[in-house]
């Protein structure tokens, strides 16, 4: 039976009853994902941070916090790239961002991937919100998640994500690329999220076709969600830095995701609702076939 991480948290712990926050501690980016290495990004990295419900964290337990927390063994899954991706396009849109990386995903003793779910993605948020104040979390980016009918999510996640909100604090996340014209993922669904899809410009394909910028933004084909669904759509097309170090070019609303992340702490006004309405006033539109929506143009030079 896969074991469940039982994090026991009070909601009101968001509040701002004693706000510890040193001066010179700058805002932070806390990203929920596969992890990975904190050398590929020397003085960015903040803190690591591993729960998983399944194997184990570098120090053999089901949690672990602090250097090579998010470390991820020796292995040649092209799926645990992810995490060092996106960091990679984060710190491209905003190189001086500071960045906590939260690995939820497992590894088993082949290298690949254990299973994982949205619980651990709630566990995580409760991480953040308990740890909030301490590092300072300005921003949460979250690229993981899965089409749920009527926007399922675990219970208690909608109150974690409009607690944060409360607090100034977003959760940008991914709406997936499944091509699904009619749902987006969870919990990108839930009103207090901020959803991302995807710009492909001037190619729909994966093939290493650099982005257009001079080119009218096309959603992604790719990109989930109906008309009103999704809040903001990026260029999805990104070189982007792998475990080994080496570049490779990947598309997908995770990339943009990333990107945004970087942007609203780049762009962060005092509160959530004056950084949303900052951002949405330099919007121009974008549409494919199927939907129409808000565009950001961001270089992914």
Not at 46 to 68: A, Q
Not at 224 to 244: C, E, I, P, S
């Amino acid at each position: 039976m896969k074991k469940i991480i039982k994090v026991i948290l009070i909601t009101a712990m968001l509040l701002p009853v004693s706000p510890v926050i040193a001066a010179d501690t700058p805002p932070v980016i806390a990203i929920i994902d596969t992890g990975t290495k904190a050398e590929l990004f020397p003085g960015s990295i903040v803190t690591e941070v591993c729960i998983v419900s399944s194997y184990t964290c570098p120090n053999g337990k089901l949690t672990m916090e602090g250097p090579g927390a998010s470390n991820l063994p020796a292995t040649k899954n092209k799926d645990l790239n992810h995490g060092t991706q996106l960091i990679s396009i984060m710190l491209r849109v905003n190189p001086a961002a500071k960045i906590i990386p939260i690995r939820i995903v497992p590894v088993n003793a082949n290298g690949s991937p254990g299973l994982y779910s949205l619980d651990d993605v709630k566990a995580a948020l409760d991480w953040v919100i308990a740890n909030r104040v301490k590092y300072n979390i300005a921003v949460v980016s979250l690229a993981q998640g899965k089409v749920f009918a009527n926007c399922k999510v675990p219970a208690g996640m909608a109150d974690q994500i409009a607690a944060l909100k409360k607090v100034e604090v977003p959760l940008i996340v991914a709406v997936g690329n499944d091509g699904n014209h009619t749902a987006v993922f969870s919990p990108s669904c839930l009103t207090d999220s901020v959803a991302i899809g995807a710009t492909d410009n001037p190619w729909p394909g994966v093939q290493p076709i650099t982005y257009d910028e001079k080119a009218a933004p096309y959603i992604a084909r790719y990109s989930n969600g109906a008309q009103g669904q999704t809040d903001f759509f990026l260029n999805a097309r990104w070189n982007v830095k792998q475990l080994d170090g080496s570049t490779k070019f990947t598309v997908g609303t995770s990339n943009a995701t990333a990107a945004m992340a970087g942007y609203w702490l780049l762009n962060r006004k005092a509160t959530f609702d004056e950084t949303y309405a900052s951002i949405l006033a330099i919007t121009t539109d974008a549409k494919n076939e199927f939907i129409s929506g808000k565009y950001i143009f961001i270089p992914s030079a």
